[in-house]
């Protein structure tokens, strides 16, 4: 997000800084698994307008950052397939999708016999699938990298292993950040720390964005690229997903678990990330294993992305996108970089503002500070 973001900026003719605790792109953009499955993904309850414009603008956006950077960043549209293991898996995945079709999006219903014919791999006697030839794939890897190539070659200044401290604030404004090399002043402040964006000092309690880690695990196998297992990114019941590569390696993800930043692989959850992959492709189980990691997504209070303005004059925030980060980005630095530049948040970023936040974070806060009154009585 902050390396989008400081990219259009910078186009713009902005002079922009970007400070990283770590490696530029090394954080929940490295970890994730590059699905823009925003069709697919949609579910009775949802608002995904959001994420459906964003898909919308992937195709350009890939063409624009890859001519600019110079570096190919993996985008495929072969589609998203989602299986059905069991007859009460095709019953909940019919109405999924008779829903989605409702929404005018679309998906194709495919047999057993159809899904086969398309990825011979699947398990025999599978009861149907659902194709969305829309949904397509990026390597996240290559995207953080091309990001960063662009940021620079527009004119951003990128300072990784550099971690900020604190926000600077005069006047009830945000004038700057504070980093152990010293303090540097700014006209306008953007916060993109992902699930880290709690920790940065200076923020009054109040006006802290309610994100927290939302922990994953994954793994990746190694296939031949020459004859893949797979060819479609797959979902598979229950929430896994299976997203071939390029260069040969299938990504197997991801637990979704609320274990704050423990950083660690367990048993359990690899165990059940191969099960559950296993379970839709057999054929993996004579794959070697070639890495396995833990990321942490920047989950909000309801879990929806918390774009613009942050209650305190030029903060903006830009976190919160949970499973959806990377589909996320072209739109999410379209209307910050806007924002920032005209002062207008777009309509359709209107219901994402932290601010929707706010008063709840005041009567949490006098409901707390009451407790402490009768405690201290």
Known sequence: MGLSIAWRLAQSGCPVAVYDAGEAARGA????????????ETEPGEDKLLSLESQKLWPDFTRELEAVSGIAIGYRDEGTMVVALTRD???QLRF????????GLQLDWLSGAEARRREPHVRPGIPGAVLSLRDHQVENRLLGRALAEAARRAGAVLHEHCPVRELSLAGGRACGVVTEFGSARADAVILAAGAWSREIGGIPRSHLPPVRPIKGQ??????????????????LPRGGYLVPRLDGRLLVGGTVEERGFDGSLTAGGLLALIEGAWRAVPAIEELPVAETWVGFRPGSRDDAPMLGPSG???LVIATGHHRNGILLTPVT???ISDYVLTGRLAESAQPFTP??????RHHTAERSELVEAIEAQ
């Open 29 to 40: 953009s490295w970890a994730a698994a590059g699905m823009l499955a925003a069709a697919v």
């Open 89 to 91: 898996d095709a019953e």
């Open 96 to 103: 999924t999708y008779e829903f989605q079709k409702s929404l």
């Open 218 to 235: 994954m793994l990746a196998l190694r296939m031949d690229p020459e004859t893949p297992l797979l060819r479609h990114v797959m979902w």
């Open 312 to 314: 305190i004059d030029r």
């Open 333 to 335: 630095a379209q209307l």
């Open 355 to 360: 601010e929707r936040f706010l008063n709840t």
